[in-house]
């Protein structure tokens, strides 16, 4: 599984420096979920990812499963590209929803939920959300409408890497999702088997899983530094990164 990941991490990598565009360690911080939600749990299910500038990690996995050649990616945010610098599900194969404004993720998940329970169907919506974003309000809006309207068919998995406690620290997020009705589980987010058994728990609640996350995970120049957050390698980074993860 390993090999697998670093090999994700290369091409996304790869992108970045191409483009000169991408926000890498947004992208691994949450690679390992969407690699375990694509591999062993996704079926006639949809997905969603609201922290779409996380977008670079969701075209690497979705190449990887087929759903467009991975030839794009080596046009990632070029001109007449299919992968823009935030996902469209006009564009992209796989995409449920176009995102990027951060908040509008898990309103379209839980408005995608309710359609599911009125049509009397299975499938099951997962939302991926950052913790910055929990600074929206409307989020909190779709954590209480999905409350009311009993959507166990909902996950909300929310990559806690973290990063914006410096400006607000969202303090036990387990607590806060309790508090409004729904069912908790916290996992290390970099653990395929926890992410799994928790994405496989039985819940009679809208579920929200607290993945405890590293921005920029297993690369060491990365990890946790503010200063990589919105920029690309340079080459000889690049090479470095490349190596480190040979």
């Not at 992108?15 to 390992?32: C, K, N, R, T, Y």
């Not at 405890?212 to 690309?232: D, F, L, Q, V």
Request: glycine share 10%; aromatic share 8%; with cysteine.
């Amino acid at each position: 599984m390993t090999k697998v990941i670093n090999r994700l991490k290369k091409e996304i990598i790869q992108m970045a420096f191409q483009a000169q565009e991408g926000h890498v360690p947004s992208a691994f911080s949450i690679l390992d979920i969407l690699w375990v939600l694509y591999d062993r749990v996704l079926k006639k299910d949809y997905f969603i990812l609201s922290k779409g500038h996380g977008c670079l990690g969701l075209y690497a996995v979705l190449a990887e499963k087929g759903f467009f050649p991975k030839s794009w990616l080596a046009n990632f945010g070029r001109f007449n590209s299919h992968l823009g610098g935030h996902p469209d599900c006009r564009q992209v194969p796989g995409v449920e929803a176009s995102t990027g404004s951060l908040g509008h993720g898990l309103p379209l998940a839980v408005g995608m939920a309710m359609g599911l329970k009125i049509r009397k169907r299975q499938s099951k919506v997962y939302c991926l959300i950052g913790d910055g974003e929990a600074n929206e309000g409307s989020v909190w809006e779709a954590v209480m409408l999905a409350t009311q309207h009993r959507l166990d068919n909902l996950v909300c998995l929310v990559d806690y890497n973290h990063s914006t406690d410096r400006a607000l620290n969202l303090g036990d997020l387990g607590v806060k999702f309790r508090s409004f009705g729904w069912q908790v589980k916290k996992i290390n987010g970099h653990n395929h088997q926890e992410i799994f058994e928790a994405l496989k728990l039985a819940h009679k609640k809208p579920l929200a899983i607290i993945a405890k996350t590293i921005k920029g995970y297993g690369i060491k120049e990365m990890e946790n530094n503010p200063a990589w957050h919105h920029r690309s390698p340079t080459k000889e980074e690049m090479e470095r990164i490349l190596t480190e993860l040979n």
